[in-house]
């Protein structure tokens, strides 16, 4: 289908478009130019020293230093590192996950598929705050659930999950998997009841085994929803705050291995005790990730096919 | 064979997703002393101390917070849901100059969230002298690029005769508008619940914007938890239990409408 063929008169579009424009404008393009500004501004103006008349003659204005100061700081990097490790494995391990499922839900009957969907989404109902607090409660310890029932009959050691600094990531994107598989999957679901019965039909016919179905009916049927599905685990993985905020209580854990980016983003911005607030080096920070977003941009104009809407 | 594990992932599935949230409720009733044994499901006794004690606000004002978290957020969703449900009736289904920026505005705002700007968006909220109330979160939280893309999809598929149908009888394109977008209810509501939960989880953006006295839920449930406060843990488990029990119960009730919505929004 081809995008709208109809010619709307100008006064009805406004009308239907003013809104959305008016609050992008306000709420998203001002902060980041307010951010740009921001980030090109003297430090020590944003605290409390300007007061002190000490900085009266310095500029305001320090051109790129903030960026070096920021590319230069080694916690930087780790922060963006752990939050792509994050990012990667959670998008690479959801999206086959939910798809095994969506697979294993569809043979089911309505009322058993149902309850079982809405039994995997309740994870995502919850508060990311909540599934940490269980984590930390249920999961994780000497005691918790994934050493007792998962890693002491496999005969292993068990994991000290939350001290161990090999070990916070991944317990951290166990935590990211177990909140958005339902969600994923009930997409997927949707995406797959759009197959058409006739080449369900076909298939049968043929005789195609189960690879054959799953290689040629099933994951075309999803590919697009399972990219636009990616684009915004990676998104929402990278803004993430809550969940890893309340695990490890603002820190980054021990060595900072649990140090997401936007958590250190806070940690500039608004440090505890007697540290300055440095919202040039945070506004920095957050502009210096651009690229990354620039490559998701570039995937996601490759779902405007999927969008039929070109 | 196939079947039987098909049966078997589900269930397995399911049990991991519901059997701890089962611990947290019944954990709600147990000493500190039981909870540091996960392994442990009931309690010894029930006593609804925890629960009594939370709403009491003996600790902090929880019932406030749980209301200001349902008109934040419930305020948010509404108007989401009308924003990004005329942006995306437009886009669907009108030929117009500056259609394809419009779709790029609503693209950049799905992959430059609100979250990654929070900093200068805590600054610009300062300007405006907006920080501390309810309500300076509302607006901000009313755009969103997911919407416009989600009712896109949605509107898509009403049949093109329609709209030739209004245009014949002299019909404005927003009076066309105000006519078909009943016929989208599933597709509103399911928004509606999407957009509902992500701002009910929101937890950033009210740490930085919000005052003590509008306090949401993410930021009362943090601070139960705060190990200088010493509170018992049944206490932040009851509070976590009550904070999920809202949105569970209206996806619950609304569950087949949002399925039937998201197959047309999934059809590609």
Not at chain 1, 166 to 177: A, C, W
Request: include cysteine; charge should be positive; glycine fraction near 8%.
């Amino acid at each position: 289908m081809a995008k709208g063929n109809s010619i709307g008169d100008a006064f009805s579009l406004v009308l239907l478009l003013g809104p959305f424009l008016g609050l992008w404008l306000l709420f998203w393009l001002v902060p980041l130019l307010l951010g740009v500004d921001l980030s090109l501004q003297n430090s020590a103006w944003h605290s409390e020293a300007v007061h002190e008349n000490q900085y009266a003659n310095a500029s305001k204005y320090v051109g790129s230093s903030n960026f070096q100061r920021v590319a230069e700081d080694p916690k930087f990097y780790k922060a963006v590192r752990n939050s792509t490790y994050y990012v990667v494995g959670t998008v690479l391990l959801i999206l086959p996950l939910a798809f095994a499922l969506a697979l294993s839900l569809r043979g089911m009957n309505r009322l058993p598929r149902g309850i079982f969907v809405f039994c995997l989404m309740v994870p995502g109902l919850a508060m990311p705050g909540v599934l940490s607090t269980l984590f930390y409660l249920f999961f994780h310890g000497r005691t918790g659930a994934l050493n007792h029932y998962l890693i002491i009959p496999l005969g292993l050691k068990p994991i000290n999950w939350m001290m161990d600094p090999h070990f916070i990531l991944p317990s951290m994107i166990l935590q990211s998997i177990w909140r958005w598989t339902g969600m994923v999957t009930l997409f997927f679901l949707c995406g797959m009841e759009s197959v058409p019965r006739w080449q369900l039909e076909a298939a049968r016919l043929e005789g195609a085994g189960t690879w054959l179905k799953i290689r040629s009916i099933w994951i075309p049927s999803i590919r697009n929803l399972g990219l636009f599905a990616g684009v915004f685990l990676a998104v929402d993985g990278f803004a993430s705050f809550s969940g890893a905020y309340v695990l490890l209580g603002g820190s980054g854990g021990i060595l900072d291995s649990g140090l997401l980016f936007v958590t250190y983003v806070y940690q500039v911005a608004f440090p505890g005790g007697g540290g300055r607030f440095d919202f040039p080096a945070a506004a920095a920070m957050s502009l210096m990730v651009a690229p990354a977003l620039a490559l998701l941009l570039f995937l996601t104009l490759r779902l405007r096919k999927f969008l039929s809407w070109e | 064979m196939i079947r039987l594990f098909a049966w078997f992932t589900a269930s397995l599935g399911a049990l991991l997703c519901l059997y701890p949230f089962l611990w947290m409720f019944l954990s709600s009733f147990k000493t500190n002393r039981e909870i540091y044994e996960p392994t442990l499901l009931f309690p010894q006794s029930y006593e609804w101390g925890a629960f009594a004690s939370l709403l009491n606000g003996e600790y902090l004002a929880f019932f406030q917070s749980f209301g200001n978290s349902l008109v934040l957020s419930g305020g948010q969703a509404f108007l989401a849901t009308m924003v990004s449900a005329g942006a995306g009736f437009a886009l669907a289904k009108f030929r117009f100059r500056w259609a394809g920026v419009f779709f790029f505005l609503a693209l950049m705002l799905i992959i430059f969230p609100k979250q990654s700007l929070a900093v200068s968006m805590f600054e610009w909220l300062g300007i405006l002298g907006w920080q501390g109330s309810l309500w300076s979160l509302m607006l901000p939280g009313a755009v969103t690029g997911l919407g416009v893309v989600f009712f896109l999809q949605l509107f898509r598929n009403l049949p093109d005769e329609w709209l030739e149908i209004a245009r014949i009888e002299g019909l404005s394109a927003w009076r066309t508008f105000q006519l078909l977008v009943p016929l989208a209810f599933p597709g509103l509501v399911t928004f509606f619940l999407l957009h509902f939960v992500l701002s009910w989880q929101e937890h950033l953006l009210p740490l930085l914007a919000l005052d003590e006295e509008s306090m949401t839920l993410p930021l009362a449930l943090t601070k139960l938890r705060d190990a200088s406060f010493r509170i018992p843990e049944a206490v932040s488990m009851a509070a976590a239990t009550l904070s999920i029990l809202p949105v569970a119960l209206m996806f619950a009730v609304c569950f087949r409408l949002m399925k039937s919505a998201l197959r047309e929004v999934t059809h590609s």
